[in-house]
């Protein structure tokens, strides 16, 4: 951004005044797409956070360690390495629906494979598209190839939500930040 130009004006706080200086040091800046400079998922998400079981694990166990933990999915792994994830929908659509014995069905056997994931240095944004788009709600998170973390929709849009909050919070006091040594005009905030 140009120093003085409108563009710059509207885009930071503090505000850099059309012809003039910035009134303080370069502060927050908002993106092209409007939304304030993007946190990474590394920055938001908790570090060991997973419920893991092995494909042989019942869907039974699996079952009992999502409803011990309060989550609806656990990461299904080979090793440490990431193979599946087995969800609540799982639960519901390839199991009870298909008339399968929980106590008797590995995980391996209706665990979803085609998996969407996420890098932890992505932006917090660009994996609220990638589950918009492919109709999830819960996302593994891998780091040089490991996985970290799972975050849930919810997790990103409470993040997603306080940047809103935050950004209105800026531009609320730009639009109505009076200029040093003038007084506001009456009835004015």
């Known amino acids: 951004m140009r120093r003085g130009s409108r563009l710059a004006a509207l885009a930071c706080w503090p505000p850099i005044i059309p012809g003039g200086e910035a009134s ?12 304030a400079a993007m946190k990474k998922l590394r920055d938001i ?24 933990n309060n989550v609806g999915i656990v990461s299904v792994l080979e090793g440490d390495k990431l193979v599946g994830v087995f969800s609540e929908r799982d639960v519901v659509r390839r199991v009870v629906d298909r008339g399968l014995d929980p106590a008797r069905t590995p995980v391996g056997e209706v665990m979803t494979t085609d998996l969407v994931v996420a890098d932890a240095d992505e932006d917090y944004q ?12 819960h996302l593994p998170v891998i780091s040089e190839g490991q996985l970290v973390s799972m975050l849930s ?4 849009l409470r993040v997603n939500m306080e940047d809103k909050d935050q950004e209105i919070h800026y531009l609320h006091e730009y639009l109505f930040q009076v200029p040093g040594g003038m007084a506001p005009i009456r009835g004015e905030v």
């Open 24 to 35: 303080a040091p370069m502060g927050r800046c908002f993106t092209a797409e409007g939304g």
């Open 45 to 68: 998400m908790r570090y060991g956070f997973l419920f893991t079981v092995g494909r042989q694990a019942t869907v039974a166990a699996a079952v009992r360690l999502m409803t011990e």
């Open 153 to 156: 929709i919810r997790d990103l």
């Open 126 to 137: 660009s994996a609220i598209h990638k589950m918009d788009a492919a109709n999830i709600r």
